[in-house]
């Protein structure tokens, strides 16, 4: 079975589409560039919104098993 890398270049060379190439390219020159952050190109506010995501307790928006029974008895009914 071929590499995961030699199946992307057999994919690669297989596209005539000269736009999807362009695509490939700038794909693989943005993120193949070790210093780009994905973060770098957000406005400041939503850097910050996102930073504050994903810094979030993993539990923040949890309830439990009994809470959900609760809320979706109504949808449970015959």
Known sequence: ??????QVLQMVSSIEDSQLLQLVKADIEY??????DILDEL?????????????????????????FKEVTARWRTK
């Open 43 to 67: 406005y400041y506010a939503d850097k910050e919104e996102v930073l504050s995501l994903a810094n979030e307790p993993d539990e923040k928006d949890t309830i439990t098993e009994e809470e």
């Open 31 to 36: 993120f193949g560039d070790k210093t780009t």
């Open 1 to 6: 079975m071929p590499s995961l890398k030699e």
